[in-house]
């Protein structure tokens, strides 16, 4: 498990410090945690987020916090808003192609799930396709085996006839 893509977040609040980390990699492996003022306050494992649903929402985490949302959102890098309080208090800027999905986050996770859908349905036929080839083969090798297990057959026949006669000859 390579931790491939690592972002880290340091944000001051009043005379706290808060730490948000995230890494991710391609074999669908990911974290996300939560710091505040060096104590680690929560994890998040979860591959399915949304940018509309907090990864992140704790209540009562100091005197002065009584409610934190963190938020992690990016087309192709991490981008965080921290909200405290029902305050933004940090938000990274989005990039166009972060605020064009943003706008049609419907439409851009069905098409995901289309497409994960026929890769699912490509590989489905694909595996029907090898267990098929590999059937016809084993098949041919099994045909194979059988004439060689039929002339074998005839060999023995042929050494039992061979038997009778030199048996036959010596009476």
Request: zero cysteines; hydrophobic letters at 40%; glycine letters at 2%.
């Amino acid at each position: 498990m390579s931790k491939k893509y690592y972002k880290r977040w340091h944000v001051p609040y009043k005379n706290h410090q808060i730490k948000v980390t995230n890494w991710w990699n391609f074999d669908f492996d990911t974290e996300a945690r939560l710091y505040l003022d060096d104590q680690l306050i929560a994890v998040n494992k979860e591959t399915d987020m949304s940018p509309f649903e907090p990864m992140f929402h704790l209540m009562n985490a100091s005197e002065e916090i009584k409610e934190i949302k963190v938020f992690l959102y990016g087309a192709l890098t991490g981008k965080l808003l921290i909200e405290i309080n029902n305050q933004n208090i940090y938000k990274d800027k989005l990039s166009f192609l972060d605020r064009y999905l943003l706008k049609r986050w419907d439409g851009f996770v069905n098409f995901l799930d289309n497409l994960e859908e026929r890769f699912t349905d490509f590989t489905i036929w694909r595996l029907k396709r090898k267990k098929r080839k590999l059937l016809f083969i084993n098949r041919k090798k099994i045909d194979e085996m059988e004439k060689t297990f039929d002339e074998m057959d005839a060999i023995d026949l042929h050494l039992d006839d061979l038997k009778k006669f030199k048996q036959d000859k010596n009476l």
